[in-house]
């Protein structure tokens, strides 16, 4: 039970607790692994979704659909529920939750952890040209029309409608409410992880001469990477955005680890 304790008609609620209760900011593979470790160690915990697709993985924590109203509103959830250990497996591109995780543990003193994947880098047969983000990959298309697999999602789709010459490939995790705002287009309306086999055939079934991608890392979305190796075709990757420095782990089970002995004494 937390202790209430009055310092001159001051109350000062300093939460100690032995069992430690998690908030997982998750939407990435690494966030459902460690959802599953979370569950067999039978460990209170909420894996949270911004609510970006319709149909979100089930996880074998409870789940929580929706923004925090920013920095402020995720300093309320972290106190009203009690929270003792913040986990940032969100996207190496969500920049803007990560940095609020960071704002918000610091102002309420509670443990924070990110668990991301290294950045992928380029091997022997790739053919990467590296730019720094989003718009920079647009002035890049500046030339001859391309067949352009724009394997970036739906959020950023209409930067791309600067050079409209070119046919996109894109691949949506929900199919969109509107056209996306580019005269020449292919949808696809998948959700990965995906496979090598899978994206060498949709590239080549759709003569892919380009593959314009984030930086994510981890393997849920490397497939295309070695399909565009293996079919010879250019990469342009967008390098990861700049993220606040916080503890960082590249495995789960670490963070299991960090959680048992994470100081949880801390005021809230
Ligand atoms: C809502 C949760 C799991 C996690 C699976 C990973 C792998 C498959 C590959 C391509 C690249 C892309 C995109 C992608 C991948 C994993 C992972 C990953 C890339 C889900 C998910 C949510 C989202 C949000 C969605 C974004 C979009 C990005 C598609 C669930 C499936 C392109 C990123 O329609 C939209 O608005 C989609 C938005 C953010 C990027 C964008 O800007 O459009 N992910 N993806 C999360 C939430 O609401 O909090 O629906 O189950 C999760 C996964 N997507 O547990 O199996 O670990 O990264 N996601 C990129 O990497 O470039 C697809 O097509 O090759
Ligand atoms: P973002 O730009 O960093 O965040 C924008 C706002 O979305 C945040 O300020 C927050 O709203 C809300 N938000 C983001 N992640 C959330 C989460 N896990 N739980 C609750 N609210 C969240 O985020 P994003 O790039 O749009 O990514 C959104 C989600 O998609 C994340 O779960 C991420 O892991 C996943 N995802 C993103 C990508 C990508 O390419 N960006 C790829 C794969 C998966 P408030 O300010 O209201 O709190």
Known sequence: MPMIVNHGGIAISTISSSTPNILLLGGTTEATALAMLLAEARMTATLSYAGRTANPRPQPIPVRV?????VDGLVDYVRSHRITHVVDATHPFA???SAHAVEAAART???LAALTRPAWTPGTGDRWTQVADIAAAVA???GPGRRIMLALGRQHVASFSAQPHHHYILRFVDAPDHPPPLPLHSLIVDRGPFTVDGDSTLMQA?????VLCKNAGGPGAAAKLAAARQLGLPVLMIDRPWLP?????EASEDVLRWIGHAGI???V
């Not at 759709?206 to 380009?210: E, G, K, S, T």
């Open 66 to 70: 929706g923004g925090f109203g920013g």
């Open 245 to 249: 420095d916080r503890l960082l782990f």
């Open 109 to 111: 003193n509670v443990a």
């Open 140 to 142: 890049a298309l500046d």
């Open 265 to 267: 004494d801390r005021g």
């Open 95 to 97: 920049a803007t939750m």
């Open 206 to 210: 759709h003569r892919v001469d380009l």
